[in-house]
């Protein structure tokens, strides 16, 4: 995996790297996570004979640039991140696959750009992007990054993996609390194929889906239920989601 990165349209260093050959594959991690996440799991490796797979970092993660500034994570600013990156691997036109944070922004790419033409969105609802559970985490996210308490045993290391996770914690914070104002996404703004894949233990996603599903006839976007899955699940079962997806990405236009 060999590190590429731009500077976006505000100056922001956005990393990724590029592997395959094919139509473009943009790939989003979800929060706490990073680009390297979907090659630690093996999507990467899957995808790579039938696409050029793009897994960016998104600003404040990763090797990205790091910012505690809520302003600096607009929708907006985002969505020019990617652009930048697709215009730098030379693509008019690329499909997203985001699961969780990347979900959440692979739909407002969907619903703005013509550039995207099909979307993966994984264990997210739609509407809002900050729903009433997820309102409630940022606040527990905020108290408890106000207030750390070391977890670790007395004179233990922190391990390399925690601590660059804990360096992250700002940005994730400024991002989580930015996503409050980002405008609402409904199936019917999606220009292009959708799929929103969920666990029936994913209880926001799953919940929307549930009360919402018959509002998707003649939208673009189609459900996939995976019984059993949780969040954490619905990127980490690759054998699980994996031909779901990749079927759809595949399938002809």
Known sequence: MSTQSIRSADGTKIAYDVTGQGPALMLLHGAGK?????????Y???LR???TVIAVDIRGSGESGLSDNCADYTISAIHQDLEAVADACRVSHFAIWGYSLGG???RYAGSTSDRVTAMAVIGIPFGRAVDEQFDQFIDRFAEKYANPRSTAPPGKVPSKK??????????LLACFQAMRSWPRVEPQDVRCPTLLLVGTKDTSA???VQSNGPTL???AVSAEVIEGMNHQQEFSQIDRVYPIVSAFLKSPR
């Open 162 to 171: 925690n601590s660059v996770i804990k360096a992250q914690m700002p940005a």
């Open 206 to 208: 799953m919940g929307w």
């Open 44 to 46: 990467v490796e899957r």
């Open 49 to 51: 004979t039938d696409f």
């Open 34 to 42: 990073t680009r390297k996440d979907w090659h630690a799991v093996g």
């Open 217 to 219: 006839r003649g939208t």
């Open 104 to 106: 959440h922004i692979a």
